[in-house]
């Protein structure tokens, strides 16, 4: 009697099949890990953003925040003059290129002594954005709230 060599196709198809199942976890382990990846990259540079946005607005002059919002009453929320941070904007209209449903608000907030002089000026930023394209449906809406004071350093000597 001879032996026998080499595989019948039947053992070779139950050796495949074994193999699929074996590593379909893996694949779906990495497919995972390169959305989240994705996700948190998109969270990263729109908080970079924001905090980019507070700083920037932090340079500006108190003196220029005293002139233009001097007449709100404390605790008055109004939209943040775009002109305070223009190099950030350029920065996120690039980045909305990419994301395409990328909004960014900025807020002001004005908190006055009792003698009606601003003592600080809050900055708060919320950005919303989907992930993927944008287009699609259901719930993959994300959300970053940042925050900063400036203050008035004459109120404060």
């Known amino acids: ?16 099949f074994i193999f699929a ?8 382990v990495v497919q995972y890990g390169g959305k989240s990846t994705v996700k948190i990259n998109n969270y990263s540079k729109v ?20 002139k233009d919002y001097q007449e709100m009453g404390s605790g008055e929320t109004f939209v ?7 190099q950030t904007l350029e920065a996120i209209n ?33 950005a919303t954005w989907k992930e993927g394209d944008g287009t699609t449906e259901g719930d993959n809406k994300r959300q970053l709230r940042l925050g900063n004071a400036i203050r008035n350093p004459d109120c404060y000597m």
């Open 80 to 86: 943040v003059n775009q002109n305070y941070y223009p």
């Open 21 to 28: 199942i074996a590593f379909i976890p893996l694949f779906r």
């Open 47 to 66: 908080a970079r953003l924001a905090q980019r946005l507070i700083e920037e607005c932090k340079h500006v002059p108190f003196k220029i925040y005293l």
């Open 94 to 126: 690039e980045f909305n290129e990419e994301l395409k449903s990328l909004t960014v608000e900025a807020e002001l907030t004005v908190k006055k002594l009792p003698d009606n002089r601003i003592s600080e000026v809050w900055i708060n930023v919320i």
């Open 1 to 16: 009697m001879k032996k026998r060599q080499g595989l019948s196709m039947l053992e070779i198809m139950i050796g495949v």
